[in-house]
């Protein structure tokens, strides 16, 4: 639901703060008052287009909205997958600067108003005069009639179907483009592959054919060089025979003596055996050096033609591996005569048929939806005085299908006898409009309802029996979805859980929470005018009392 909405120098209002309660929330005032502020203001914090300015004076304004919607919705499942906090409450904030330049914050970090506004999209839903969002958007349309026939289960099968289908086309597509590309150049496909296969590159050869030929060509100095190490290790007056003449020296000190010297003995022990592993390490080297010019010039004939193959098949010479296997993968696929083709032929048509067996499915329960949604609008239409139009849910073949099925999904109206059906968006006023929205949403009441609806003036032009069923369905859409309206109705003002006025004083807005005898002084003011009578006063805790009993009535029943 929308918590609170703090308001900070936009157009008119300086200042102001209000916090909301579940079920209905109404705003009145007098016409000019600033009530549509209120409503700009918490688009513009939703990340709408903000059509309300800075305060005259003011060198920034602000909007900020607090949400606090029930754990799994959809709202923060979007956080989660932007890795943002996902808990507790979700704070919407936009900052407006005199030059029309705005930031966007969601929980105090800075974000794009992108994703402020696809989050306010989900987190609130506004109908009125001129902004419309959710119902009135074809993309949604088939998210809500799916939701309303439960076929969300379904959908998620189609889909899948639908991905093992696409997989299976692109791979056949894979093998006709390498089919084709193999058939146009077969001679030269079957010569590259007997070439490149024959060769066998290896991955790495490069590196480790020049590192041996390098080795190779310098075998004679490199050995010459190993030999006199060798020498100045093991000769008659090297290393090791110096150091076992010290250590024969000292052994034969005297006890004493061979005690205080004993660090040095060791010490001379540990190099004496160092430097015997060092003679045959450098005599192993010295063995393994390969002088075989033979040897040398076999590996300079393979790294040479290694370095021209990858020039001739514009690649380096590790890139022959991929090489060799895709024209191998090529001459297969000349040699298996269409085989493989077969096989992903076959592989399309089963997906496919296994794809069409679900949506089909997911079509009909969507046509047994459309019929009920179609019945349960036609039954809100006449009391909203509306009853003049029709609505229908248009379900149009899409081709072989989509990842959403077979049929394309949207929802048209008819509003005067025997016109076309059109979308809903072609509805004339906005008082019509807002009543349609209303008339849909108590029919969609259960179907992923978003945390919060906004309707702008939906009982205008209203009054009377109409108004008083505009308020009874507010009422009812309010038990299971918080509804924020603004009004001029008090029937419609009756039924609500809070109520804010909003008047002018002077060149300022002003928000007052109503409670008890307010309230009934606002009432009686919508229904008599400026001059409050007693009888206006009568009346206003009638249409309260009147409104109360219903909604005990509810929740007893639940």
């Known amino acids: 639901m929308l918590a609170a909405l703090t308001v900070r120098d936009i157009v008119l209002i300086e200042q102001a703060a ?265 005599n192993s080297l010295l063995a393994g050096l390969d002088t075989d010019t033979a040897a040398l010039e076999r590996k300079e004939e393979r790294l040479f033609e290694l370095r021209a193959l990858a020039r001739k098949y514009a690649t380096t010479p590790d890139g022959l591996v991929a090489v060799t296997a895709d024209f191998v993968a090529q001459q297969d696929s000349l040699e298996a005569g269409g085989g493989a083709l077969k096989s992903a032929k076959a592989a399309v048509d089963a997906a496919y048929q296994a794809y069409l067996m679900e949506a089909k499915i997911l079509s009909k329960g969507r046509t047994l939806a459309a019929g009920k949604l179609e019945q349960a609008v036609a039954g809100e239409l006449a009391p909203l005085k509306l009853g003049h139009a029709k609505f229908r849910v248009a379900l149009t073949p899409d081709g072989e299908g989509g990842v959403h099925g077979l049929e394309r999904v949207a929802f048209e109206v008819a509003t005067v006898e025997g016109a076309a059906f059109g979308s809903l968006a072609k509805i004339a006023s906005g008082g019509e409009l807002a009543r349609f929205s209303l008339a849909l949403k108590v029919a969609l009441a259960q179907s992923a309802p978003p945390a919060a609806l906004v309707f702008d003036e939906v009982d205008r032009g209203v009054g009377g029996a109409v108004a008083d069923a505009v308020g009874e369905r507010l009422q009812r859409l309010a038990q299971t979805t918080q509804v924020l309206l603004v009004t001029h109705s008090p029937q419609v003002a009756a039924r609500a859980a809070r109520h804010f006025r909003i008047s002018r004083v002077g060149d300022k807005t002003r928000i007052t929470l109503l409670e008890d005898d307010a309230r009934l002084e606002e009432i009686a003011r919508m229904l008599s005018g400026a001059n409050v009578t007693e009888e206006a006063r009568a009346a206003a805790r009638r249409l309260v009392a009147e409104a109360i009993a219903p909604a005990k009535k509810t929740r007893k029943r639940a």
């Open 18 to 282: 209000l916090e909301f309660a579940p079920g209905l929330n109404v705003l009145t005032g007098e016409t000019g008052a600033g009530k549509s502020i209120l409503l700009d203001s918490l688009g513009l914090a939703a990340g709408g287009r903000g059509r309300a300015g800075v305060r005259p004076g003011a060198a920034q304004g602000s909007a900020t909205a607090v949400f606090d919607p029930p754990t799994g919705h959809a709202s923060r499942a979007l956080l989660q997958e932007q890795a943002m906090p996902a808990d507790g409450e979700i704070v919407l904030r936009r900052s407006l600067a005199a030059d029309g330049k705005s930031r966007a914050f969601i929980n105090d970090e800075a974000v794009g108003v992108g994703l402020l506004k696809e989050l306010g999209g989900l987190l609130l839903e506004v109908h009125g005069q001129a902004d419309d969002r959710g119902l009135f958007d074809n993309a949604t349309h088939r998210g809500l009639l799916d939701s309303f026939g439960d076929l969300g289960a379904t959908g998620r099968k189609v889909a899948q179907r639908y991905g093992e289908w696409d997989a299976a086309r692109q791979a056949l597509a894979a093998l006709q483009a390498r089919a084709a590309e193999a058939a146009r150049n077969a001679d030269f496909v079957r010569a590259a592959a007997k070439e490149l296969s024959a060769f066998a590159p290896e991955l790495g050869e490069e590196e480790k054919l020049a590192g041996e030929r390098a080795l190779m060509m310098n075998a004679a100095r490199i050995a010459e060089d190993l030999s006199a190490a060798t020498d100045a290790l093991a000769g008659e007056r090297g290393a090791e025979a110096m150091l076992a003449t010290v250590l024969k020296k000292l052994s034969r000190l005297q006890e004493e003596a061979r005690k205080r010297a004993a660090g040095a003995t060791a010490a001379l022990e540990q190099a004496f055996a160092m430097a015997q592993e060092a003679r045959r390490d450098l």
